[in-house]
């Protein structure tokens, strides 16, 4: 697989920050950003919304479609079996993705005290757009 | 309209200026506006406008700037609300 074929999104978010809009907004807030998986994945603790949130952002990023009408909830941050994130795309955000290339995903969340933060790396298919000499 | 719009972004916005100094068309992503605070802006215009972003206005240049904010608003047919 050749550098052109991935793409990485980072981001960055506060804990506090997501503390405080669960305070102000409540469920509008929780149900606008993540899907009843993440809620329940979480148990809507702080920490790990704002990790699903950073990873969110990541993925947006790695899609590179920078100002794209996404649902945030439409990129979910699901677990696989064992317990390793996992990227579900739904609505818009699996047409762009789609629309990219992007076959495969892998994703990073951590948390630590005021900050949570995540690394998404976007796959593309290594044939999509690939000259046909470098097919052998 | 733009009065309560600045007094959400002093509300929810986080910015580095003082709301009430900003310009119609200054990029608030530069002056510090975040995704997540974004997000905040988003919830408190709907309540302040009694309005709902549909998910086509879900871009970051909606929320990029007062007009942009405005013409969101304006095509959701929201009015100021008496005081």
């Given at each position: 697989?050749?550098?052109?074929?991935?793409?990485?999104?980072?981001?960055?978010?506060?804990?506090?920050?997501?503390?405080?809009?669960?305070?102000?907004?409540?469920?509008?807030?929780?149900?606008?950003?993540?899907?009843?998986?993440?809620?329940?994945?979480?148990?809507?603790?702080?920490?790990?919304?704002?990790?699903?949130?950073?990873?969110?952002?990541?993925?947006?990023?790695?899609?590179?479609?920078?100002?794209?009408?996404?649902?945030w909830s439409d990129i979910e941050i699901g677990r696989r079996p064992g317990g390793a994130p996992e990227?579900?795309?739904?609505?818009?955000?699996?047409?762009?993705?789609?629309?990219?290339?992007?076959?495969?995903?892998?994703?990073?969340?951590?948390?630590?005290?005021?900050?949570?933060?995540?690394?998404?790396?976007?796959?593309?298919?290594?044939?999509?757009?690939?000259?046909?000499?470098?097919?052998? | 309209?733009?009065?309560?719009?600045?007094?959400?972004?002093?509300?929810?916005?986080?910015?580095?200026?003082?709301?009430?100094?900003?310009?119609?068309?200054?990029?608030?992503?530069?002056?510090?506006?975040?995704?997540?605070?974004?997000?905040?802006?988003?919830?408190?215009?709907?309540?302040?406008?009694?309005?709902?972003?549909?998910?086509?206005?879900?871009?970051?240049?909606?929320?990029?700037?007062?007009?942009?904010?405005?013409?969101?608003?304006?095509?959701?047919?929201?009015?100021?609300?008496?005081?």
């Amino acid at each position: 697989m050749s550098i052109q074929h991935l793409a990485v999104g980072v981001d960055l978010v506060l804990v506090a920050d997501v503390a405080r809009s669960v305070e102000q907004f409540g469920d509008r807030y929780l149900d606008r950003v993540y899907t009843p998986a993440e809620r329940g994945d979480t148990a809507d603790s702080p920490s790990g919304l704002a990790a699903r949130f950073a990873a969110k952002e990541a993925v947006f990023k790695a899609i590179g479609a920078t100002d794209a009408a996404v649902a945030w909830s439409d990129i979910e941050i699901g677990r696989r079996p064992g317990g390793a994130p996992e990227v579900v795309l739904r609505a818009e955000a699996r047409r762009l993705a789609d629309e990219a290339g992007i076959g495969h995903w892998a994703v990073s969340m951590t948390h630590e005290g005021a900050m949570a933060a995540a690394v998404a790396v976007a796959c593309k298919d290594a044939r999509a757009g690939r000259p046909a000499e470098e097919e052998r | 309209m733009r009065d309560l719009i600045c007094s959400v972004l002093a509300d929810h916005a986080r910015l580095k200026s003082d709301a009430s100094e900003l310009g119609d068309e200054d990029d608030l992503y530069q002056l510090g506006l975040t995704s997540h605070a974004s997000v905040n802006v988003m919830l408190a215009l709907e309540e302040a406008f009694d309005v709902e972003f549909p998910n086509e206005l879900l871009r970051k240049s909606t929320f990029q700037s007062i007009a942009n904010m405005a013409a969101a608003l304006r095509e959701l047919g929201a009015e100021v609300p008496a005081r």
